[in-house]
T-cell receptor, first 114, second 115 residues
Framework: NAGVTQTPKFRVLKTGQSMTLLCAQDMNHEYMYWYRQDPGMGLRLIHYSVGEGTTAKGEVPDGYNVSRLKKQNFLLGLESAAPSQTSVYFC?????????????FGPGTRLTVL | AQKITQTQPGMFVQEKEAVTLDCTYDTSDQSYGLFWYKQPSSGEMIFLIYQGSYDEQNATEGRYSLNFQKARKSANLVISASQLGDSAMYFCAMREPGDGQNFVFGPGTRLSVLP
């Protein structure tokens, strides 16, 4: 069981470039999430999805777009990268919003925008 | 206002001793969940323990236990018999009722276990 996987693990972009981060889970979870973690801080929610074909904004959605075309995949896109988007990005999934609702995390993607 | 407060940016503990990591939370809901995650230097987020707001007993998972004081809105993590491998960042998190976005993390506490 792979759990939650993220591709790529590392990436360096120039300002203005675009990229897509892929998150995949094999646990048949309904809910999926994208977080960013900046140095010395906890995780902040970017976007989330409560099921295939649905997405919603989290705490810090500006500059990002997401898509959930298949239940097992959740894509995070940066259309025009900015240095402020340098961060570690974590994907997570969970079964539902009903307690207990543990989120299971991927290994993270370290993104640097120059 | 901060939903989750972790007042200890860094903690030191001697190997084999117990340590308590503090977490206080702010919510007006009656039904909520509290979580602790560990983030070692390798970066992954590892789920440790869960406490539901209606659970009457404190949660325990091996060497981890959660000291839940509902009236004080605190959910402290207790690690017994610390090991060198426990050195990591520890995050407290809360889940409130509602759709997926109601999951918030604290700023974390860095625990260092000394040999």
């Amino acid at each position: 069981n792979a759990g939650v996987t993220q591709t790529p693990k590392f990436r360096v972009l120039k300002t203005g470039q675009s990229m897509t981060l892929l998150c995949a889970q094999d646990m048949n979870h309904e809910y999926m999430y994208w977080y960013r973690q900046d140095p010395g801080m906890g995780l902040r929610l970017i976007h989330y999805s409560v099921g295939e074909g649905t997405t919603a904004k989290g705490e810090v959605p500006d500059g990002y777009n997401v898509s959930r075309l298949k239940k097992q995949n959740f894509l995070l896109g940066l259309e025009s990268a900015a240095p402020s988007q340098t961060s570690v990005y974590f994907c997570a999934s969970s079964y539902s919003s009903v307690h207990p609702d543990t989120q299971y995390f991927g290994p993270g993607t370290r993104l640097t925008v120059l | 206002a901060q939903k989750i407060t972790q007042t200890q940016p860094g903690m030191f503990v001697q190997e084999k001793e117990a340590v308590t990591l503090d977490c206080t939370y702010d919510t007006s809901d009656q039904s909520y969940g509290l979580f602790w995650y560990k983030q070692p230097s390798s970066g992954e987020m590892i789920f440790l323990i869960y406490q539901g707001s209606y659970d009457e007993q404190n949660a325990t998972e091996g060497r981890y236990s959660l000291n839940f004081q509902k009236a004080r809105k605190s959910a402290n993590l207790v690690i017994s018999a610390s090991q060198l491998g426990d050195s990591a960042m520890y995050f407290c998190a809360m889940r409130e009722p509602g759709d997926g976005q109601n999951f918030v993390f604290g700023p974390g506490t860095r625990l260092s276990v000394l040999p």
